[in-house]
């Protein structure tokens, strides 16, 4: 689902592509806006695929993910 | 018409679904899953999560994270027996093991490792009460099958969980011929690795399988093959974390799309419903057999202590003889022999001729069973 160009987007970096997948269906559960990006290199070098959402929603976000899934760290996006 | 009753070779035919899941892969998928940020990539990936979440579900696991995805049953077990096992360990395995589980047990033997071999009943059932004579100090691992290859005899997973881990052992359970077919609970059973093939029961293609591993175990348990796993590239190292410590290399995506497919159509079935149907057959097959002059089945001859799986020989005609004159005047396909179970056979008494194996799939008929009966009736002995 694209979302608007607004400058305000935080990025969720994981391990690797099978905690990418959970994620992202635990966010489609939870009807958060949110788009699967390359990892900007510069973030990290663990998993080249990462989940951009609104800088608005992180709180929603780290609730649905909180303990279904291993999340390495939220970074704005550059 | 075909009546084929080898599915415990491989299961045929396969859903339509799962062949349209291979097309639709190969025409609008294609991606490498997890290797690049792209549209295809993504795609790929969530076709392979999908199915390993299918599984997870299917097998009774607590997170798709612990089914790591191998060519085969074959490989699976690899990884357990040389990753697990150490010179100076001692490993049991029962006397009904096919060569997936024989084979690098034997070689591990020469590696040092200490194996016991715990014999079964001639109807291919281990006795816990053998297996805890056979425990000593130092035993790391138990193997054993979900059910035969040959007998279709199921084991008694739940007593050799509990008796395994009174004693620390960890067990490792091949279900090649039951992952499909008989409800499985990895988790409520104990079981700490599980082997499964995904071109049998599970209705996916050949060159699919894998394992299930007890959360935490990973620790205990090296990998076989090391490198890319589209994670931690900045590194030299194999990463630590599930499923990729087992997974590196491009996976069979294309298979897995198959095997989804298939576990879907199991998953719609519901698994207690195909296993009932399956032993309704089973045991139609089975007293069929009994009525026919000079036919010994091998086994529990009782359709709820089995798999879909019958064993039996014709007196004065070779297993292979039998098989095909079925095969060649009726189009009915067994599978006459060993079975690749060399053990299982000794402790019949059937090696090394072997036995007419007839198995049953999901697609098997109570016409096929009844035509199968007739014409085996009709054959000279």
Known sequence: MPLDPDPEYLVALFPSITQVMRSERLLIERRIAHQLVPTPRRLSSECGVSIRFLAADRDPVVQALGGRTTLLDIRPMP | MTIYLDNAATSWPK???MMRAMCHFNEHIG?????????LSIDAARVVFDTRERLALLLGAASSDAIVFTRNATEAINVAVLGLLKPGDHVLASGMEHNAVMRPLRAAQQRGV???VVPCSPQGWLDPADVARAIRPGTKALFVLHASN????????RELADLAHGHGIQLCVDA???????????????????????????NGPQGTGGMYLRPGLEAEVAPLILGGTGSRSEYEEQPEFMPDRYESGTPNAIGLAGLGAGIDHLLGQGIAAIRQREMRLTQLLLEGLA???????????DASRMAGVVSFGVDGTSPSDTACA???????LTRPGLHCAPAAHRTLGTFPM????????VFTTEADIRTTLRALAGLPS
């Not at chain 2, 040959?150 to 997973?157: A, C, D, E, F």
């Not at chain 2, 090649?176 to 077919?181: D, I």
């Open chain 2, 114 to 116: 200490q194996l016991t």
């Open chain 2, 176 to 202: 090649s011929q039951t992952a499909g077919c008989v409800p499985i609970d990895v988790t409520g059973t104990g079981i700490d690795l599980l082997f499964f093939t995904g071109h049998k029961a599970l």
């Open chain 2, 291 to 301: 009525d026919i002059q000079g036919v010994t089945v091998h086994g529990p001859g």
């Open chain 2, 15 to 17: 859903p339509d679904a």
């Open chain 2, 31 to 39: 991606g490498n899953p997890g290797r690049s940020g792209h549209r």
């Open chain 2, 150 to 157: 040959v007998t279709g005899t199921l084991m008694p997973l």
């Open chain 2, 354 to 361: 072997g036995t007419v194996r007839c198995s049953l799939g």
């Open chain 2, 326 to 332: 079925l095969a060649d005047r009726f189009d009915i």
